[in-house]
């Protein structure tokens, strides 16, 4: 019942003071609250509406807030509304509880200074929340419901705009935290964020402060723990981390231009201790991970103008396969180059510099040991360096560079292979499959061209390879050249079968306008030498050789034999076929043939037995006699007084 009583008695005193309140007075009191919260003018261009019971409340209908010095309104809402403390109401003092805005439009603009048309809105709460201050917080909570921000920084060239927003923002006066929570719209993606700091007013006024903050996307989730302070330019420090299914999709949603060509960069999670001053972030104790491969180190961040990644990092296992996966130097015919145009825009994007350094590496097809590598990207050009690489046995080394001219890439490349199995080698960098051994590979090319067929056309420079205690696939010279020196017309066998052995294999080539050419080829097994000249078409990737294979004295017992051939065709697939004018001649029977055809006598009886066996003498017969006969009429006159 007292309870009851109480209740009662308050109905009765809100009806009564509903009845008897000044609204004008209360009006007032609640811009003052307003003004003396947020440091800016209120200006109502609408209705007010205000309810004392059952809901105790001042409504606003559209409302301007802006500062004192401004003409432009910073806040425009449809519906502001305070509503009040309901003790001190009913001792007729006007306190405002909290503030909810709907519909409002804010506009942020900030200057070449870094300064905002919201700095005296900041500079007033940083005061109003000093312990002491004349004006202390009214009001600890301001609800916003379907929002809408516009941020412009016209010296950066930044515009951007968040839609739908539903934020709530509370400063209990019982502490001296800060905390927002709410969703927002931001490029298509409904974005869930949270921020809290452990000392609202140290924060506002520069000083150092404890802050939580938490986005979540589905192309991006980021967070940080920390601190930060904001005395001369923004200082953060603390523990971030950042997720993303798909890295490539995160980076096009944030405006930034993705990485070209359509593989990798995927799955992408970091966490590492971040410390951020101004526009550069350094991060320590790195723990990233991108498409399954998992590094550690360091890393810093930079954007100056112009986006710098610097970064020096250690992991186990690496996998570049992704991100060469679309990128194709043959055509599907395995046959010709690849003529699709090179997509080079990612190149003048950012600034990149990379030590990374890998357990095991693999590229493709290849697979690499212990790798150290390097990767400088500025202005557009591309240097790739490896220091040592565990590659096809042996050890690489070498540089590639790629630097962007319009839609056109100049492609440089200098390598160095130090016993490396050869089969291996060649067949992954050239295509070459006929090659076994180990050896000694040196590189040096240029090329320049808007498509692998391009830089194919173009190709300059040399290569050198030295091998030892291998073989050359595709026919055995020493089988072939033993049965041709016993019947060189015996044309019955197979010539593309077995293999070469050889001891030593000396190769020399000079690349000039994407035609190679043989200047030292040797091959020197223990039963046949092989010597090559000649040129190779990259464009076309064929062969246009000749050589001579010759049996060694102490394999044809002390008698060598030296025979010309010639490699045509394909690099995948040549012919290779012996000079048949030589077979000819070294025939018996059919050089016994050709010295009797020397003799003009024996030469003319020949033909007459080949003419009476095909009937030709017939049927030149009549045509010698018409020659032979006298030419008559008016023609033959004229050429006979010619010829006189």
């Known amino acids: 019942m ?5 209740f009662g008695l308050a109905v009765i005193g809100l009806v009564g003071t509903s009845w008897f309140l000044n609204r004008d007075a209360l009006q007032r ?61 009913l001792l007729r003092r006007f306190e405002i509880a909290d503030v909810m805005m709907l519909r409002p439009h804010i506009h942020v603009v900030r200057d070449a200074a870094g300064e905002s048309n919201w700095t005296p809105f900041v500079e007033t709460i940083a ?36 839609g739908d927003i539903d934020l709530s923002l509370a400063w209990p006066s019982i502490s001296r935290s800060f905390a927002a929570t709410g969703q927002f719209d931001w490029r298509g993606e409904r974005v869930d964020g949270s921020i809290s700091a452990a000392d609202f007013a140290a924060l506002l006024s520069g000083d150092r402060s404890g802050l939580k903050a938490r986005l979540a996307s589905a192309p991006l989730k980021v967070a940080f723990d920390g601190t930060v302070a904001n005395r001369t330019s923004v200082m953060m420090e603390g523990v971030a981390t950042m997720d993303s299914p798909s890295l490539r999709n995160a980076l096009r949603w944030m405006g930034q231009a993705p990485p070209g060509g359509g593989g990798g960069f995927g799955r992408f999670a970091l966490k590492a201790r971040a410390n951020v001053v101004g526009g550069s972030v350094a991060l320590t104790n790195v723990n990233v991970e991108l498409d399954g491969n998992v590094a550690e180190g360091v890393m810093t961040y930079a954007n100056n103008g112009r986006q710098t990644l610097q970064a020096t990092l250690a992991a186990g296992n690496l996998d570049f396969t992704p991100y060469i996966s679309t990128f194709r130097l043959l055509a599907s015919g395995q046959r010709d180059w690849n003529r699709q145009l090179f997509d080079l825009s990612s190149l003048s994007t950012t600034d990149l510099d990379m030590r990374l350094s890998a357990a095991k590496v693999t590229v493709g097809p290849s697979k690499l040991g212990r790798t150290a590598l390097g990767a400088n990207l500025r202005g557009g050009a591309l240097a790739l ?85 291998g073989a050359i696939a595709g026919f055995n010279v020493e089988q072939l050249l033993r049965r041709l020196e016993k019947r060189p017309l015996s044309g019955g066998g197979n010539f593309r079968s077995g293999s070469t052995p050889y001891d030593n294999l000396n190769i020399s080539v000079k690349f000039s306008d994407g035609i190679a050419t043989a200047e030292d080829i040797r091959v020197e097994g223990p039963a046949a030498r092989i010597t090559l000249t000649g040129t190779a078409s990259v464009p076309s990737r064929e062969y246009d050789l000749k050589g001579v294979a010759s049996l060694t004295a102490a ?25 048949p004018d030589i077979l000819i001649r070294r025939s018996p029977g059919a050089a016994q043939l050709l010295d009797s055809l020397k003799d003009t006598k024996a030469r003319d009886a020949v033909r007459g037995v080949l003419d009476r066996l095909t009937g030709g003498g017939a049927r030149q017969a009549p045509a010698d006699a018409a020659a032979s006969a006298p030419a008559t009429g008016p023609a033959a006159a004229a050429d006979n007084a010619k010829s006189n």
């Open 555 to 579: 394999s044809s017992g002390g008698k060598a034999y030296d025979l010309p051939f010639v490699v045509q065709g394909p690099w995948d697939d040549p012919l290779i076929f012996p000079d």
């Open 29 to 89: 009191a609640v811009e003052a609250q307003i003004r003396a919260v947020t440091g800016l003018e209120l200006v109502v261009n609408g209705n007010i509406d205000v309810s004392v019971f059952p809901g105790s409340y001042v409504s606003f209908h559209n409302v301007g807030l802006k500062g004192a010095e401004t003409v432009d309104p910073a806040l425009q809402v449809d519906v502001l509304t305070a509503n009040l403390r309901l003790l001190p109401l």
């Open 127 to 162: 005061k109003a929340m000093t312990p002491g201050a004349e004006n202390q917080v009214s009001f600890s909570e301001i609800r916003i419901q379907d929002g809408e921000l516009n941020y412009e920084d016209g010296t950066n060239q930044i515009s951007e705009k968040l």
């Open 385 to 469: 360096s490896v220091g040592e690489a565990q590659m096809f046995g042996g050890i690489a080394k070498g540089s590639f560079a790629i630097a962007r001219s319009d839609a056109v890439a100049d492609v440089r490349a200098q390598f160095q292979f130090t016993d490396v199995d050869l089969q291996a080698c060649a067949s992954e960098l050239f295509g070459i499959n006929k090659l076994s051994g180990r050896g000694n590979l040196g590189v040096s090319l240029t090329a320049s061209g808007s498509s692998p067929f391009g830089l194919a056309s173009s190709l300059d420079g040399s290569a050198t390879l030295n091998g030892h205690d």
């Open 2 to 6: 007292p309870i009851a009583a109480l």
